[in-house]
Every structure is written in structure tokens, then in C-alpha cells.
């Protein structure tokens, strides 16, 4: 009696009491969805298909034991022809075929239900995930969080075809079948059917339970053989120079006799439950087969009785050959689903207070005020920043790494929350505007510009996907980057592949120009857009920037000082506070910190110039 595949997954040791009513509760309302009164019909329909095909399948025992029972009655052919057993027949092949019927029935209409379902739960954590922190997402691994989307969906699609429409029916069958046999035949034949069944469950979570242990030693076992085969592979060279070639192959073949071990007694186990379970049923089949030939031969039951109770306890043990399989499947289900449901536990760390209200039309006006902020508190970054920009203004920040200059950027975002201290646009804090105007409001070009894995035309209509045709070329022609693009093979449709790796490093900044101007914003950041480009590219893009941002406020964070010429006034950041700030030449003339990084980056640049 084969019960399993053995490859099913296994739930890992911290979900074993996966929270069942939990979980249950939580999934009600996607599939009882109040505004959708289409998909509730849905639901009852499938449910009262359910319960027909069970009822079918039940009638399947009985009308066999008439038609036996008849068939064994005939005196003549005319009988056959023109009798009872005719009907009986008939009315078993219907039985059976209404039993299939009504399953499809139930599965066709339940069916937009289900997706519909999972299409609201998955949305619902994407959605959650994006109004999450930053920081949220910086420490967890992204790959990750859509395994957890995955698994989850995936486990309720298979909560319900198992559970809902599998395992829940099938011990209510278990009952009405006791009650049958109780009725028809006494109440011996209903209890040796209830404790057949009671130890072939019992057997199988037991012994199942005892096997997902022995399976998690396996797969622990293939894990570390891979791993050490493919790190072993990568630093080829290195084992050629030490001449380890037989270390390596005794490390591999140490876990691959672990695997080997626990593979043989994950084997051996599936013998042991498949040989229990057949052992259980059988026992099961051959008490209740006795005693209906006992009784046959004291007049109590016919021949169609014994029929019958061989085919209920037959027909029972079909649904549960699968119970030991159905079992690891329902703890991984749920340990997925509970995964999942997690991440809607996470509680976002910046949040539209009660009251914050649209920006409306912003002059861009934006102050800090002492503010302080550490990513955590061994980790402090500024200390009692104060500057403004006022309307129009150009305003560069600089300072060597790590002095905190990408930090003022996230806090301007409302990525995070400073620590103490106030920042304001429009002499409105931060906290009294809701995110979504706020940074409607604001038009980022990043030092590292990530694409979409999408065509060109996609990744500049991002910066405004309402925007027509018209205004992304002149977006483009703004970026100076519409020459190029109309010259590639696919124009606009050509794709820039993963993370925009098939762009240079120029035409992605160029790409990234052209989405922040599209936007329209009242408010420029230019977060070291050039830092990575070369200084022919730079001079190009910076002269670029230089036009789009003319009369708006605008914030440079910068490196390179080549770059923060022209600004109204620049601040020098040095570790969190700023102990500088005016124009260039006021700068120069200080002779402190700027003026210094200045002469470094001067004989840097003319140490690169060709001779």
C-alpha cells in the first residue's frame, strides 16, 4: 500500500505547532469575501456539490449490495431482462458516476474562489512589505520574503484541496459509514470500522511524525554535500596549490555517508508505514468479512450485505492511503502560511500620523533643525545639523566617507525618523505631511541607479507611468539621452536587462535624469549621481544637471567637489556636523577641511591627465 513520494518537503522543527485555528481565522474573510456576493454563491455551491458527492459515494456500497443481491435472486433470463437488476445496475454506474460529477462540479466552481483568494493574500503582503521600513527591508534578504509569498500561497491552495475538500470530508464519511453499518448491521461492524481507522491515523502520525525527523537528517546531510562540493569546485585553484584533492574528497564523502544513512532509514521507515497501514486495513477487511459470513450463515445478512461492508471499509482506505503524505503537507502548509502571516504581524516604522495632510503645491523650502539621528543608538551619525534650502536655492553637501552626507537624504525621505530635532518643507514638519506628497514632491537622481529589468521607455515613464509618449521623448531630449536610445535597434523597447547591467554606467545616469525630470518635481536630490562615471561623462552629466535643476531647489550630496562648483553654498560635513558652509572661492580662501580635500582632489585629477 503505497502512501507517499519520498520527496515530499518537510517542515522545518519551529513550525511543528504551526497555529492551525490561527490561520484558519485569518484566511475566512478572503474566502468569504463580504463585497463579493458572486464568490460566496461560489462557495455554497461547491460546499452543497461536496456533500452530494459524498452522498453518492456513500449510495455506491448499497446499491452494489442490492444489485448482488438481486442478481443472486434470479429465477430466469427475463429477469435480467426486465427486472429489478437492471435498475440496480443503472443505478450503480449513476451512483458512481454522479460521485465524479459532482467532485468536478465542486472543484470547477470553488476553483475562482481559491485564486481569487490567494491573489488577495499575495497582494496583501506585497503591499504591507512596501510600506514597511527601510530598514526592514535592509535586514532581511529579499529573496527570502518571495519564498515566503510563494510557500504561503501555495500552502493555502493546498490547505484547501487537502483539508477543506480531502480530509475534513473524508472523517465526516468516516462517521456517516459507522452510523450506515451501525444501522444496518449493528453496532460491531460501526465500532471495528472506527477503531480500524482510529489505529491506521494513529499509526500513520506516529510513524510519519518519526520519519519527518529522519527525513530533516537528510536533507541536512544533502545540503552540506552541496555545499561542499560547490565550495570545493569554486576554490579549484587553491586546492591544485595545497594539493588537497583527498582532503576534499574525505570531507564530500563524510557527508555523503550521512545522506547515504538517512536516506536507507528514510527508505526503510516508508516500508515500516506502508506495511502497518495495509496491516491495519487488512485486519480491519478480514474481522469484518467473518463476521458477515457468520452472519450469512445464520440468516442475518446477504450476500450483497457482505458486499457492502467489504466496500465501505475498502472505499475509506483509498482517501487515507495518502493520510502520512497529506500529514508532513499540512505541517509544512501551515508553517508557510504562518511564515507569511508574519510579515503582515510587522508593524511599519513610519507612519502617516492622524491628521498629515498633502503638501499641496510646495516651494520647496526645507530646513533642519538641530537634528540628531543614529541608525541605533551605539551608532549615532548626525549631531545637531541645522541648514536650510531655501526656494530655488542650489545647496551641495561634502564631506569625507562616513561623515553622514547619504544619511541627510534618507531622513529628507522620511526613510527614517531623526532621533531629536526638526526637519520641515514649507515651514510644515515632516511628520504633518503624508509620505506619498512628500515625496511626490521630490525628484531623486541616486549614485547607484538601479533599473527595472524592463525596456528603456519603461524605466523613464516610472517616474510618471500616467505620462504620454510625447512627454517621456522630451524627457529623454532633456537627459540628452534620445540620440542614443532612437539609434538602438529597438528604440525605446529595448531592454536594459537585470538591474540595468546592458546600459554604461553614463547612460543609466542618464536614464535615471530623464525619469526625475518626467516626474516634474519641485525639488532636486542629487545624490552623488557622477561619483562612479568617468570625468569626460561627468563634465557631460553635470552639465546636464546643471540645466534641468536650474530655479528649482535644489540638494547635491557629493564627493567629488568638481561637481559643487556652482552651488549658492555648500556645507561641509565632517564626522555628523557641518563645520563649514559658504560658496567655493569663500571656502578656499578658509583654508580648512574643504579647501584641503579640494587640493587632494586636484592632484589626484592631474595625476590621471595624460602627459
Known amino acids: 500500500m503505497k502512501t507517499e513520494p519520498d520527496t515530499a518537503p518537510v517542515s522545518p522543527s519551529h513550525g511543528e505547532n504551526g497555529n492551525l485555528w490561527k490561520t484558519c481565522a485569518l484566511l475566512l474573510p478572503f474566502f468569504w469575501p463580504v463585497e463579493r456576493k458572486d464568490l460566496k454563491a461560489r462557495v455554497v455551491v461547491a460546499v452543497v456539490s461536496l456533500v452530494l458527492a459524498k452522498l453518492a459515494n456513500l449510495t455506491v456500497p448499497l446499491v452494489l449490495g442490492w444489485a448482488v443481491d438481486t442478481l443472486s435472486n434470479l429465477e430466469d433470463q427475463m429477469d435480467l431482462l426486465f427486472g429489478i437488476p437492471i435498475a440496480a445496475l443503472t443505478a450503480y454506474g449513476l451512483s458512481r458516476f454522479s460521485y465524479i460529477v459532482f467532485n468536478e462540479i465542486r472543484d470547477a466552481v470553488f476553483s475562482r474562489v481559491s485564486q481569487h483568494a490567494v491573489r488577495q493574500v499575495a497582494i496583501k503582503v506585497f503591499n504591507h512589505l512596501h ?67 482510529g489505529i491506521y491515523v494513529w499509526l500513520t502520525f506516529g510513524i510519519t511524525a518519526w520519519r519527518i525527523r529522519i527525513r530533516r537528517k537528510m536533507n541536512d546531510a544533502e545540503n552540506e554535500a552541496s555545499t561542499r562540493q560547490v565550495d570545493s569546485l569554486l576554490n579549484f585553484e587553491t586546492v591544485r596549490y595545497f594539493n588537497n584533492e583527498s582532503h576534499e574528497l574525505t570531507r564530500v564523502d563524510e557527508a555523503l555517508k550521512t ?4 536516506a536507507v532509514k528514510s527508505r526503510e521507515s516508508l516500508s515500516l508505514l506502508n506495511v502497518s497501514q495495509a496491516a491495519v ?103 545637531g545639523i541645522s541648514f536650510q534650502v531655501k ?77 504620454d509618449e510625447q512627454h517621456i521623448y522630451d524627457a529623454a531630449r532633456t537627459a540628452r539621452i534620445h540620440d542614443f536610445i532612437s539609434q538602438l ?3 525605446y523597447q529595448t531592454r536594459v536587462g537585470e538591474r540595468g547591467l546592458k546600459l554604461s554606467g553614463g547612460e543609466k545616469q542618464r536614464v535615471a535624469i530623464a525619469r526625475a525630470v518626467l516626474k516634474n518635481p519641485t525639488v532636486f536630490f542629487f545624490d552623488e549621481a557622477t561619483s562612479s562615471l568617468d570625468s569626460a561623462t561627468e563634465t557631460d552629466i553635470q552639465t ?60 589626484e585629477r592631474e595625476r590621471r591627465q595624460p602627459v
Not at 259 to 262: D, T
Not at 329 to 339: G, P, S, T
Not at 344 to 362: H, M, N, Q, T, Y
Not at 553 to 579: F, P, W
Open 391 to 467: 526656494a530655488g536655492e542650489k545647496v551641495a553637501i561634502v564631506g569625507p566617507t562616513g561623515a553622514g552626507k547619504s544619511t541627510i537624504s534618507r531622513l529628507l525621505l522620511r526613510f527614517y525618523e531623526p532621533n531629536s530635532g526638526r526637519i520641515s518643507v514649507d515651514d510644515l514638519n515632516l511628520q504633518e505631511i503624508t509620505q506619498a506628497s512628500l515625496r511626490d514632491a521630490i525628484g531623486v537622481v541616486p549614485q547607484d541607479t538601479v533599473l527595472f529589468n524592463d525596456t528603456i521607455y519603461y524605466n523613464i515613464a516610472y517616474g510618471d507611468p500616467s505620462a
Open 131 to 197: 510600506a514597511l521600513s527601510i530598514r526592514f527591508h535592509l535586514e532581511r534578504k529579499t529573496g527570502a520574503l518571495n519564498r515566503f509569498i510563494d510557500r504561503g500561497t501555495t500552502g493555502i491552495q493546498f490547505l484547501l484541496s487537502f483539508v477543506a475538500f480531502n480530509i475534513l470530508p473524508t472523517l465526516f464519511e468516516v462517521l456517516l459509514v459507522c452510523g450506515i453499518l451501525w444501522y444496518l448491521y449493528g453496532i460491531s461492524y460501526a465500532l471495528v470500522t472506527a477503531v480500524t481507522i
Open 259 to 262: 545522506y547515504e544513512q538517512a
Open 281 to 383: 486495513v487488512i485486519s480491519g477487511i478480514t474481522i469484518m468479512l467473518i463476521m458477515a459470513a457468520l452472519n450469512i450463515r445464520n440468516g442475518t445478512m446477504t450476500v450483497g450485505g457482505f458486499v457492502v461492508v467489504n466496500t465501505y471499509l475498502m472505499q475509506l482506505s483509498i482517501p487515507l492511503n495518502f493520510l502520512g503524505t497529506v500529514y508532513r503537507e499540512i505541517r509544512q502548509a501551515l508553517v508557510d502560511m504562518e511564515n507569511m502571516f508574519t510579515l503582515l504581524e510587522e508593524v511599519p516604522e513610519i507612519k502617516d500620523l492622524p491628521g498629515a495632510r498633502p503638501l499641496g503645491s510646495p516651494r520647496g523650502d526645507i530646513r533642519f533643525t538641530d537634528v540628531h539621528f543614529g541608525y541605533d543608538a551605539q551608532r549615532v551619525i548626525l549631531h
Open 544 to 603: 546636464n544637471l546643471d540645466e534641468i535643476s536650474s530655479g528649482r531647489s535644489t540638494l547635491i550630496i557629493a564627493h567629488r567637489l568638481s561637481t559643487v562648483v556652482s552651488a549658492d553654498r555648500i556645507l561641509v560635513l565632517d564626522d555628523g556636523r557641518i563645520i563649514e558652509h559658504g560658496a567655493h572661492q569663500q571656502l578656499l580662501a578658509q583654508g580648512g577641511l574643504y579647501a584641503g580635500l579640494w587640493q587632494e582632489q586636484e592632484k
Open 489 to 491: 535597434p529597438s528604440g
